[in-house]
C-alpha cells in the first residue's frame, strides 16, 4: 500500500531559480524601487505574492516638502510596508493615519477599496536621512477582494524576535509563526513573513508547509539555500512547491525577508493599483474609484 506521494522523511525544498531585480525605478519622488516580480515574469511561483519593491537604501537631504506619492487608490490585495531606515507617514480613505519607522512594518488591507498617500515623515524629511524599505503585495482570494478595507499598524516592539542557536542570528516573526512564536499580523490565507538577520558562517533551518511558495529575499549580504546556490544583494531566491526543509546559510553578514505562502490558485488582472481576478473587475474597479466610491483623503 505505498503511495509514491506519502514520503516520511521531510524533503528539501529546493532552489527553483534566482532573480535579480528586473526593473528599477521611482514611485512619487520619495521611492526609488527595484522590483523582483512581477517585472521577472515570476506569477504562479510567487503566488500569493504579488509584488516586491525594494526601496533604497538611499540618503535624501533635507527638505520642508516631504517626497513620496500622493493620492492613490488600491483594490483586491493588501500592501505590506516594512521600514528598516527611515521614517513612513500613511493616510488613507477609512480614515486610518500612522507614522512607521525601524523596524515596524504597515499592514493595509485595500481590499473592496482604498485611497491612500505615502510619505516620508515630516520630521525624517526635514533633517534629511537614508530611507531603506520594502513593501510587498499579497493576493486576496476572491471572496475576501471586496471585504472591508483595514488597516494594522505592527511596531516593532509587537513583534517576536528570536535569537537563533549558537548565536547564528536573529529571526523576527512579522506573520505565521516560527517555533512556536506568533506573529502579530492578522492575514486572509496561510503566510509566513520573517525578517532575519544571520551572520556570516552560520545557518538556520527552516520548516515550510509543503505545497507553499518560499521566496527568500536577499536585502544585504550573500546567502546561500540548501548549500547549493548563492544569492547576493537585491537578489531574490524563489523556491520549488514540493518539500518543506530549508538550510539558509550566511557566506557573509546577511539580511534576509523569507516570504511562504499557500498559492492563490485563481486567475490574476491586473491593471496598475488594481488586482482582481477578471478583466470586468478590473474595469468596475477603474468606474468606482473615478466615481469615488474608494473615498478621498480629509
Ligand atoms: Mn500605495
Known amino acids: 500500500m505505498n503511495r509514491h506521494a506519502t514520503i516520511a522523511t521531510a524533503a528539501t525544498k529546493d532552489v527553483l531559480g534566482i532573480y535579480q531585480p528586473g526593473s528599477t525605478h521611482m514611485v512619487g519622488d520619495g521611492f526609488p524601487v527595484r522590483n523582483l516580480f512581477p517585472s ?3 506569477d504562479r511561483e510567487v503566488s500569493p505574492f504579488l509584488m ?10 533635507a527638505t520642508d516638502h516631504p517626497r513620496g ?5 488600491h483594490r483586491g490585495f493588501e500592501t505590506v510596508t ?12 477609512a480614515g486610518n493615519a500612522g507614522v512607521i ?3 515596524d512594518v504597515q499592514w493595509m488591507t485595500a481590499a473592496s477599496g482604498i485611497v491612500h498617500e505615502e510619505f516620508h515623515e515630516k520630521e525624517f524629511a526635514k533633517k534629511g536621512g537614508t530611507l531603506h524599505a520594502i513593501q510587498l503585495w499579497v493576493n486576496l482570494p476572491k471572496a475576501s477582494k471586496m471585504s472591508a478595507p483595514g488597516y494594522q499598524t505592527i511596531l516593532n516592539a509587537d513583534i517576536p524576535a528570536i535569537d537563533l542557536d549558537g548565536g547564528a542570528g536573529r529571526l523576527r516573526v512579522i506573520a505565521g509563526s516560527f517555533l512556536g512564536n506568533k506573529g502579530p499580523a492578522h492575514a486572509f490565507t496561510p503566510i509566513q513573513l520573517y ?31 540548501n548549500g547549493l546556490r548563492e544569492a547576493g544583494e537585491a537578489e531574490l ?9 530549508i538550510t539558509v546559510e550566511a557566506q557573509e553578514d546577511s539580511q534576509l525577508l523569507v516570504m511562504s505562502g499557500e498559492p492563490i490558485e485563481e486567475p490574476i488582472a491586473r491593471c496598475g493599483p488594481f488586482v482582481m481576478n477578471t478583466r470586468e473587475e478590473l474595469i468596475q474597479a477603474v468606474h468606482d474609484y473615478q466615481a469615488g466610491k474608494m473615498g478621498h483623503l480629509s
Open 101 to 103: 519607522g525601524p523596524g
Open 237 to 245: 531566491i524563489v523556491c520549488k512547491r514540493d518539500g518543506s526543509q
Open 82 to 93: 516594512i521600514v528598516y531606515q527611515g521614517v513612513v507617514a500613511h493616510r488613507d480613505s
Open 52 to 61: 516586491l519593491d525594494y526601496a533604497g537604501p538611499q540618503y535624501f537631504s
Open 69 to 73: 506619492v500622493g493620492e492613490h487608490p
Open 40 to 42: 521577472n515574469d515570476l
Open 195 to 225: 525578517d532575519l538577520q544571520l551572520k556570516a558562517g552560520h545557518r538556520v533551518q527552516l520548516n515550510m508547509p509543503s505545497r507553499h511558495n518560499t521566496l527568500i529575499f536577499l536585502l544585504q549580504g550573500r546567502a546561500s539555500v
